[in-house]
């Protein structure tokens, strides 16, 4: 039996496959891992079948263990990526989106710390890439920039753990920095069938790993690269389906304070105007507003949709709390109202008194102060702080808000 598996489960774009393939076996080859790693590609598919690039690989690198299935038709992306791990022998499994690629060394760093540890689930931080291929960040999964080891067959270790959680990666949520033994998903395939369709089968999947007991071991060292595809993240139906499928997992598996504090860190990331902003009638809507989050219970309150806003606006004067990208695109949005903007402030202090379109930023102070003896509407113009603004805001009896991001 092999050590490591790398899967992809695959669907169209090609030309990520081939790139994501070559630095594959190019690690493999000079690393000399071929007795310790084997290749999974499960095909869902594709409008072209990749097979030719598959057997073209393997015939330059017959040593190396390639497998490939292609299914018949569609099974849509959570059967794909079980598929990908169930069709391997190996010992551990690394799934690996096919736009996604392992740093340079990554695959040997994986290999020595899976078997240096008797462990059931390594993750890791990682970098995000855009289609230039320049860096435009990191993630950090857990509030920890040191190697942890967790025993979640000790509850205070695994509350630890969870408690830790900064993104959703943390807890699964992204394919690419999880790496788990296989063993556990051959035991959950029958009990998690109803979850094909939620498109985090792996969440599922390594948390009752989790929930069961096991060697969770987190190393700050980055083993792959994340490419960010903005134009399919950024659209409706995949942060309408995300935030459903992250929503689902946390209730399905947690309650209390784990429930509460999860929702913030993993499902309140996805609450914004775009969901917001669906009819009332749609569907998906009515599920957005039916999610129990702090946050969301902000937007239930405050949100003003972009088919009211006008009239909401309409001869008002606001102070816009946010001077960052948000603040912006509030602040030209009213150009086009009958709106008098009075001031832009912020919460961070080093922003006071610099240049923000035609205004200087004010104190949060001045702001409270405008607020106390003028009818002024403040517009919270924000994404991750937001809870935490519109809450000083209320402590500080401000109630006349108004969320525009």
Request: aromatic content about 12%; hydrophobic content about 35%; charged content about 25%.
């Amino acid at each position: 039996m092999k050590k490591l598996a790398i899967c992809i489960p695959n669907y169209n774009r090609l030309e990520n496959l081939k790139r994501l393939m070559i630095e594959i076996i190019r690690q493999i080859t000079e690393n000399q891992l071929h007795e310790q790693v084997q290749v999974c590609v499960s095909d869902d598919c594709s409008r072209e079948n990749p097979e030719e690039i598959i057997n073209w690989i393997k015939e330059v690198y017959p040593e190396v263990d390639i497998l490939f299935k292609r299914n018949s038709y569609n099974m849509g992306m959570d059967y794909n990526f079980l598929q990908s791990v169930l069709m391997s022998t190996s010992e551990y499994c690394w799934i690996i989106g096919n736009d996604d690629l392992p740093e340079n060394n990554g695959i040997i760093e994986a290999i020595t710390m899976i078997t240096k540890e008797n462990i059931d689930i390594l993750v890791t931080p990682f970098d995000i890439y855009n289609d230039e291929n320049k860096k435009i960040g990191d993630v950090y999964p857990i509030n920890n920039k040191s190697l942890m080891l967790y025993n979640t067959s000790d509850k205070a270790q695994l509350d630890k753990y969870l408690f830790s959680i900064t993104h959703n990666s943390g807890l699964f949520g992204f394919l690419s920095n999880v790496i788990f033994k296989r063993e556990k998903w051959i035991v959950y395939k029958k009990k998690f069938e109803d979850k094909l369709n939620t498109i985090f089968i792996q969440m599922y999947m390594n948390i009752q790993t989790l929930r069961d007991g096991a060697q969770i071991l987190y190393i700050p060292e980055k083993i792959i690269r994340n490419y960010s595809d903005d134009q399919t993240n950024n659209k409706i139906e995949r942060i309408y389906a995300i935030l459903m499928g992250l929503d689902g997992v946390v209730n399905y598996f947690f309650d209390g304070e784990i429930r509460q504090y999860l929702k913030r860190v993993i499902v309140d990331a996805y609450i914004n105007e775009i969901v917001w902003n669906l009819p009332d009638e749609d569907e998906r809507k009515k599920n957005v507003i039916s999610i129990q989050s702090s946050k969301n219970e902000l937007y239930k309150k405050f949100f003003i949709s972009q088919r009211e806003r006008k009239n909401y606006l309409e001869g008002k004067k606001v102070i816009i709390y946010g001077a960052g990208n948000y603040g912006k695109k509030v602040y030209h949005e009213i150009e086009n109202y009958n709106t008098e903007i009075i001031g832009i402030s912020d919460t961070d202090k080093a922003k006071e008194g610099k240049k923000f379109e035609s205004f200087f930023i004010m104190s949060i102070d001045k702001m409270l102060e405008i607020s106390r003896k003028q009818k002024v509407c403040i517009i919270v113009a924000n994404h991750y702080s937001l809870e935490k603004m519109i809450m000083f805001l209320l402590e500080n009896n401000v109630d006349n808000i108004a969320i525009m991001s």
